[in-house]
């Protein structure tokens, strides 16, 4: 599935938590986005490839122990039997293995004996729905082997797989911590692509607002800041967690590798300043439309000011001349009629040049 075909995520229809269960108690939590789960496995070398999609969990533990790396990557965390297979055989912690299938889990990395556990959430904006989707992403980095468990097919992961198919850079011949690198790179590269595409939305009803701001601009403000809100929590506890990586002296992650997640941490921070940038932007622009409906508002009540005050004294003279007296002079002369309107046309002429002399419109 496309991004811009994903379902948007905040609202939840899957399992809830049930007080009382003990830690480490499978639990699905969150929206079943595909029918059936399935997994798929690159295992690769520098000397070759081998890629299998859907296989079964036997399958996977047995490329997890042959030489080279192995990639392990599971669409739909929704099959708790299936996750509980593989987490068995790849002696995998239960609590693991219950924040793999919470999706409402927050960000966060632990490190294990044997693996890294890392948990953070995938942004893609989608140009369709005008909205950010969100997916819960979780990343084990073991020894030789990487899994990565996500909600849906379809994810930010193609370019590192075709890195991986057509051996570009140094991939093919770094161990499985540079493929954790990898993975977390592709997710924040999105990551920015959801800011670029949030910022041209916010210059494009920014420029709306100045011309000619409609109701409908306010929603489309407050659902930005919800959409920036989401990134900002997201980024935040990111960067914390790529800087615990960086600082790791767990013997999975290597030192030549550290200066890739010194990149990657560099990267976090620049998502964050933009994300502030747009969230002030956005709250100045909620100050401009309010701005903008005034000063509409005023413009509309001067015009009718103008032409209230215009017709105040024409008011006035056909008021006089529409009394019921017997005796009045103008009218039994035969030039009263046009004499009235002459008038009155002096009298509203000679105030609209007053008011453009006065510049009051």
């Known amino acids: 599935m496309s991004p811009v075909s994903k379902r948007k995520q905040p609202k939840r229809s899957g399992t809830v938590v049930k007080p009382g269960l003990s830690p480490g108690t499978m639990v699905f939590i969150g929206e079943r986005k595909q029918d059936k789960a399935r997994i798929d496995v690159m295992h690769y070398s520098e000397a070759g490839l081998k890629e299998l999609r859907d ?6 533990l047995e490329f997890a122990t042959k030489p080279g790396v192995t990639w392990i990557n599971v669409n739909g965390i929704h099959d708790i039997s299936l996750i509980e297979s593989l987490g068995t055989g790849l002696a995998l912690h239960p609590l693991t293995l219950e924040d793999i299938v919470n999706t409402a889990q927050r960000i966060k990395i632990e490190e294990y004996p044997r693996y890294v556990f890392i948990v953070l959430k995938m942004m893609t904006y989608s140009e369709a729905a005008k909205n950010l989707d969100i997916e819960h992403v979780s990343l084990i980095l073991g020894e030789n082997v990487v899994l990565s468990f996500l909600e849906d097919e379809g994810d930010a992961f193609d370019t590192v797989r075709d890195r991986i198919r057509s051996a570009k850079g140094r991939i093919r011949s770094m161990q499985s911590d540079y493929l954790a690198y990898a993975l977390m790179d592709a997710v924040v590269d999105h990551y920015f692509l959801a800011v670029e595409r949030i910022g041209d939305r916010i210059e494009e ?9 409609k109701p409908e601009d306010i929603k489309d403000i407050h659902r930005l800041k919800r959409d920036i809100l989401s990134l900002r929590k997201a980024a935040r506890p990111l960067r914390e967690e790529v ?3 960086e600082k790791s002296e767990s013997a999975l992650i290597h030192p030549e590798i550290k200066v890739f997640w010194r990149d990657l941490y560099d990267h976090t921070i620049q998502i964050i300043d933009m ?3 747009f969230r002030d932007i956005l709250g100045g622009m909620h100050d401009t ?9 005023n413009e509309i009540m001067k015009v009718l000011t103008i032409i209230a005050t215009i017709f ?4 006035f003279i056909v008021g006089v001349y529409g009394m019921n007296f017997e005796h009045m002079p103008e009218l039994k002369w035969p030039w009263g009629y046009f004499m009235i309107w002459g008038v009155m046309l002096a009298v509203g002429m000679g105030l609209l040049y007053y008011f ?4 009051w419109f």
């Open 243 to 245: 800087g615990v990586l």
């Open 205 to 213: 009803i920014d420029d709306r607002i100045l011309a000619e701001p």
């Open 289 to 297: 439309y309010l701005s903008s409906i005034s000063n509409r508002m």
């Open 356 to 359: 453009k002399r006065k510049k």
């Open 275 to 277: 994300v502030d940038t």
């Open 55 to 60: 296989v079964s969990v036997n399958q996977c």
């Open 312 to 315: 105040i004294p024409l008011t």
